[in-house]
């Protein structure tokens, strides 16, 4: 059984006692635990059920690597499924629950998959869903959406209370990893003099050093280890982090660390997540290596476990994962495990050596301990159900056949080790296949490049396949020193640092134990844990085809699981080269992507949630209209009121109220957020000739025109009053969203095409509140507030001019976009809200009153006036809209004008803008198309028309509709069908979109 | 004259790791020209002292001018005196080609200050804040999380920021957020 040792772990050393609850029962742990040792002290060698075939899983490994031990964690709105057990530190309270199982983790009725795994081989779904095709949506999917995925998906009506955020970092040497080569090689950078930052995933320094000893400078491991941590605290151009992973690297230097701030003490007031958007001028990855798992038969059964890992558990947390360990292995590394657990009062039964020539020192000294070793033998299978009994020993150069068996509750296995690659892999790095040591490492000489050609990332140590102290230590120095120089720093006397030198003899490959086994042991021999892939079923896809290994990645599911096959990629792939008959990098590795573990998606957001998910752009008049009944509506990122809504009102009768009373009284709009661009310079005027397709240069100051802009292809693209201000200076309304696009269009221009000419554009929009005040008694109101003359003689229409309305310094615009009388009144936005109040006010007595933007909607479509985004949509150009007259004859050129005598733009049977009147007066849906006879060469119903705008005027009493028509004004009076979705038809008569005072005599009083 | 308010009427913020408060309304001049015109250079010193080198801001007590791009500054003055500014700069420009627009009320300012303030801006903005790369003087405009923003620092550790008016309470609960209590990241 596992258990606590009598003697404590490095990490949990004097650690307080804490308790936690799995799967509902109360355990204890403590504190310097991560859950997965924790769950082994207290004797939990299954901790999960396997994705496919449901089989008991135990803990794998001891960091990142593992693919067993997810757990769903904490509860209600904190509740996260798939968290690593291995990386996850434990706390007091803890609340975790095993995955993947019904229902319990000790009976599980999907574990009946496993008698049927043979029906269920690699390509499965692929094979068995094609056909019939219809059961696909209506059976298959169904089924596998039910039996997909590990955890379960945090409910959605849960809101995570916790707080995310972002930091960027500037540093001239990233140095991730900090085990003794990160340490190393961040020392090395930093004594250059230039600035180094360097990172560690878990919350301790030191790596697998202190574990595995070995010496360097004469010093013990850990000790050296210690004594480069106070070096490296004491440098002021050393930044250093625990619990910040290196996730991803990308162009330019830029990575994302993930740095977890309250994970292992959920107390702690402050953020949770910190994602680090760091740029680097030179990134040195130490990230280690990973042990890789030898594939033999039932070597998912729990209690198998990688030999590092158990060695880990035993010297970090002073736990023992059984009472017997049986040792197999290929390489030295693992003797060291033996020899540990020895040295605890463990029993290690045997050391099965793959190799036939043994290990090197290491062997002698296990053998002194008493430890029985077994050269050039395998393990032909693992026996025991939820938990591992014993094993069964054959000739590693065999087929199987029974030698022995030996009883053990562990078996500690390592197949060699692989090199951490990923992070150099992010951005291009490049590997070569290192046949000596049977891993893939950087290829030094092929490095991600950086902007001037330049290899922005190096490796250090381990990760860069100096598996031995004794050159890991002198690579890691080198790599931190070139990095210091290559960004700036000064070459540093600093000694090399020597490791004590070892004997181990070389790592020989096993992909495969024993050689020759046959498909019985094959079909239960485990590559990928945590997606149930076999050595089987990488056979198999080989066998149908799958040649390319990111083919066979996809048809077997191997690596594609949430671990990415940390530990089952390599064997996967040297399996894959062994049924094709090729050398392994013939073979080639699948891609590595970012983030090297899954971080959260609340890092991801940082700070971007709640009230500032997204910015929310507010007028002056904001807070007014919200305190006085403000329906909201989303323009781009202006919130707008839709209506004014009054105690015991619903929106439509508030519309209909404010459309009335803007015809009959005084309406007051808040048209702040149309954009305002000042243009200036003596080439102003034939800058503004060529954006907008009528003539501006001519306009006189004082005056306002309207005008259309259209893109370089013709289409409309904004509309708006321009007013010349003097000689060389004009004012240029845009559309609400249209502020910015056109302020960038207009720069764009000048910036590229232009730039000779004399014109700068700067955006006034924010600089002031403008207000419409609308109606009959417009002009009553502006004169009982007195100050300027804005009489019809002094203010004719489409006039403007600056003075002060009821002591408000204000320019004023004889504009109307209702057919009323109107002005558009600008004053300073921070005087805005006092000049609203005013209007208000002094407008009582003519019955004045806020309207929102649907108002503004239906007034215009009363007198026909089009929108940008109703009747637009970036494929209508003017003469759909029969705006001929706006489209200058004279001016030579125009943006626009060259496109419109393009054939398809010319084309007589364009969709034009007519007036939809319908026959029993009711309201059209928006986007209704007009349906003719026939279906089109897709069998759809042919169509000759579309609504663009659609309402219920109340002025009217029916409903109002404006439309884009083939041949449209040609059809007056034509009755056209309009099916709606639920089958009934709406007839419409076209009719002039001009509805309300065609003569426009309203607004020119 | 009626009183003119700024959008968040000095809100304030000091339960984090530094303050965070609304300051009132400021002057503020767009002015785009040819930055080595003589006319344009004795007028911009006339208000700041001197012409302000790219990505810097030159400050003469409560006024000051900050370079915004190639042909573009932000001049500050008192909020009282933008017109009389404008009506001088059109006169000392006459002749020349130039655009000088006041924005002052396009504007919301905020300052962010204490010993941590350079990691709230460092968590919202992508610019080097260490003491060794931010340095009195300069001028960043850039972006804070989703929405445009100038800043420089006022004096150590102060910093003034500038956005848009409609994003100010935005800007406000960004800033507050950042500076939250127990975020202290001190790696700067």
Same mark, same amino acid.
């Given at each position: ?380 299978? $693992? ?179 949430? #671990? ?105 709009? #808040? @048209? ?101 005040? $609308? ?14 003359? $804005? ?185 056209? #069908? ?20 065609? #003569? ?6 | ?64 001018? @900050? ?122």
């Amino acid at each position: 059984m596992s258990t606590r040792l009598k003697t404590a772990g490095r990490f949990t050393d004097g650690g307080a006692q804490l308790s936690f609850d799995f799967n509902g029962k109360k355990l204890k742990g403590v504190e310097g635990d991560t859950l997965a040792s924790a769950l082994l002290a207290n004797d939990q060698m299954m901790v999960g059920r396997s994705f496919k075939y449901h089989r008991p899983r135990g803990i794998v490994a001891s960091g990142g690597e593992e693919p067993n031990a997810l757990f769903n964690m904490g509860y209600t709105n904190t509740f996260e499924p798939n968290q690593r057990a291995t990386t996850t530190e434990l706390f007091d309270g803890a609340k975790i629950g095993s995955q993947n199982h019904w229902p319990t983790l000790e009976f599980d009725v999907g574990a009946l998959n496993t008698y049927i795994s043979r029906f269920l081989p690699a390509g499965f779904y692929y094979k068995m869903f094609m056909y019939p095709r219809a059961f696909w949506k209506h059976v298959y999917e169904p089924f596998i959406r039910q039996s997909a995925g590990l955890g379960k998906a945090p409910r959605a009506e849960d809101r995570d209370p916790d707080t995310y955020e972002h930091f960027y970092f500037f540093a001239d040497v990233m140095v991730v990893g900090g085990g003794i080569a990160g340490l190393q090689a961040a020392k090395a950078a930093a004594l250059t003099g230039v600035k180094v930052l360097l990172v560690e995933q878990t919350a301790h320094w030191g790596g697998r050093a202190p574990v595995d000893g070995g010496e360097v400078d004469g010093l013990p491991a850990d000790k050296y280890v210690d004594n480069l941590v106070a070096e490296l605290s004491a440098m002021e151009n050393v930044t250093m982090r625990t619990r910040l992973m290196g996730a991803g690297v990308y162009d330019h230097g830029y990575t994302l660390g993930y740095e977890r701030l309250t994970d292992h003490a959920p107390d702690i007031v402050g953020p949770r997540h910190r994602l680090w958007r760091i740029r680097a001028g030179h990134i040195v990855t130490a990230t280690g290596a990973i042990e890789r798992p030898i594939s033999f038969a039932s070597n998912d059964i729990p209690g198998v476990m990688l030999a590092s890992a158990v060695r880990d558990y035993a010297v970090n947390f002073g736990v023992s994962v059984g009472d017997r360990t049986v040792v197999v292995t290929n390489n030295d590394d693992a003797y060291r495990t033996a020899i540990t657990l020895k040295g605890l009062g463990l029993d290690v039964p045997c050391i099965i050596d793959a190799r036939a020539g043994g290990a090197g020192a290491l062997a002698e000294e296990a053998k002194a301990l008493g430890i029985r070793v077994e050269n050039g033998k395998a393990i032909s299978k $693992v026996k025991g159900g939820k938990r591992v009994t014993g094993i069964v020993l054959c000739a590693q150069a065999g087929e199987g056949g029974v030698l022995e068996e030996i009883e053990c509750d562990v078996v500690a296995m390592s197949g060699g080790w692989s090199p951490v690659v990923h992070l150099w892999s992010h951005c291009g790095g490049k590997l070569i296949w290192d046949d000596p040591q049977s891993h893939f490492r950087p290829d030094s000489e092929r490095p991600p490049l950086g902007a001037k050609g330049e290899g922005f990332v190096s490796v250090a140590g381990s990760a860069n396949g100096h598996l031995q102290l004794a050159e890991l230590i002198g690579d890691a120095h080198g790599a931190g020193l070139d990095a210091g120089k290559a960004t700036g720093g000064k070459p540093a006397k600093a000694a090399i640092p020597e490791g004590a030198p070892t004997s181990e003899h070389p790592v020989e490959p096993v992909w495969l134990m024993p050689q020759g086994a046959g498909i019985k042991l094959l079909s239960k021999a485990w590559l990928d844990y945590q997606n149930d892939v076999k050595v089987s079923d990488v056979q198999l896809a080989a066998q149908e085809g799958f040649e390319s290994v990111e083919h066979a990645k996809r048809y077997t599911t191997l690596g594609m699981a949430t #671990d990415q096959g940390k530990l089952s990629n390599i064997n996967g792939l040297a399996i894959l080269s062994d049924a094709l008959g090729q050398p392994i990098p013939q073979t080639g590795t699948t891609t590595f992507r970012p983030p090297y573990t899954p971080i959260s998606m609340g890092a991801i957001g940082g700070e971007a949630k709640g009230k500032v998910f997204q910015p929310l752009r507010k007028t002056p008049l904001y807070e007014w209209s919200d305190n006085n009944g403000a329906d909201w509506e989303p323009v781009g990122a202006w919130r707008r009121p839709f209506a004014y809504l009054q105690p015991g009102e619903s929106v439509h009768d508030a519309v209909n109220r404010e459309v009335k009373n803007t015809r009959e009284n005084l309406g007051l709009l #808040d @048209a702040s957020t149309l954009g305002k661009l000042v243009v200036k310079g003596p080439d102003a005027g034939k800058f503004l000739d060529m954006l907008y397709t009528n003539m501006m240069s001519t306009l006189k100051v004082g005056k306002c025109r309207y005008g259309l802009m259209c893109s370089e292809n013709g289409f409309l693209i904004d509309d708006g009053v321009v007013a010349r201000v003097d000689d060389e200076t004009f004012l240029c309304h845009t559309t609400t969203g249209g502020a910015e696009t056109i302020h960038g269009h207009m720069e764009e221009w000048l910036q590229t095409e232009w730039w000779d000419w004399n014109v700068y554009v700067a955006n006034v929009t924010e600089q002031y509140a403008q207000i419409a005040v $609308v109606g009959p008694n417009a002009r009553k109101v502006l004169e009982k507030l007195g100050g300027m003359d $804005v009489s019809k003689d002094a203010l004719g229409f489409m006039e403007w001019a600056d003075g002060t309305i009821g002591g408000f310094d204000a320019r004023v615009y004889r504009i109307s976009f209702s057919g009323e009388l109107s002005y558009e009144i600008a004053v300073s936005a921070a005087q805005g809200l006092a000049f609203w109040e005013a209007l208000h006010t002094a407008g009582e007595e003519f019955g004045a009153m806020p309207y929102g933007t649907e108002t503004l909607h239906i007034l215009r479509a009363e007198k026909g006036f089009i929108m940008i985004g109703d009747e637009t949509d970036g494929t209508v150009i003017p003469q759909d809209l029969n705006l001929q007259w706006a489209l200058s004859k004279k001016k030579e050129d125009y943006l626009g004008k060259r496109a419109h005598q393009r054939s398809h733009m010319a084309d007589p049977e364009r969709w034009k803008l007519v007036g939809l009147e319908t026959v029993d007066k009711s309201v059209l849906p928006d986007g209704a198309y007009a349906v003719d006879e026939g279906v089109n060469a897709n069998g759809q119903r042919n169509m000759f028309g579309r609504v663009t705008s659609t309402y219920y005027s109340a002025n009217l009493e029916r409903g109002i509709a404006m439309g884009l028509v083939k041949n449209g004004p040609d059809r007056m009076g034509e009755v056209i #069908d309009f099916p709606k979705t639920d089958g009934t038809i709406i007839k419409a008569k076209i009719v002039n979109p001009v509805i309300y005072d065609k #003569d426009g005599e309203k607004q020119n009083v | 004259m009626f009183e003119a308010v700024s959008a968040l009427q000095g809100a304030s913020f000091n339960a984090g790791i530094a303050e965070v408060r609304e300051l009132g309304l400021r002057g503020m001049i767009t002015l785009r020209g040819d930055l080595t015109d003589k006319k344009l250079i004795k007028a911009v010193k006339g208000i700041a002292g001197r012409i302000p080198e790219p990505r810097t801001v030159a400050l003469k007590d409560d006024d000051g001018a @900050a370079w915004m791009s190639p042909d573009e500054l932000l001049l500050m003055v008192p909020h009282a005196d933008v017109l009389s500014t404008i009506e001088t700069l059109n006169a000392s420009l006459k002749g020349t080609h130039f655009l000088a627009a006041n924005v002052s009320d396009a504007r919301a300012v905020f300052e962010v200050f204490g010993p941590h303030a350079r990691e709230v801006m460092a968590k919202l903005a992508p610019v080097d804040f260490s003491p060794d790369a931010f340095k009195m003087g300069m001028f960043r405009r850039s972006r804070l999380a989703q929405v445009p923003a100038a800043f420089w620092m006022n004096e150590e550790d102060a910093f003034t920021v500038v956005c848009f008016r409609s994003v100010a309470e935005y800007m406000f609960d960004l800033l507050s957020i950042a500076a939250q209590a127990g975020s202290e990241v001190d790696a700067l």
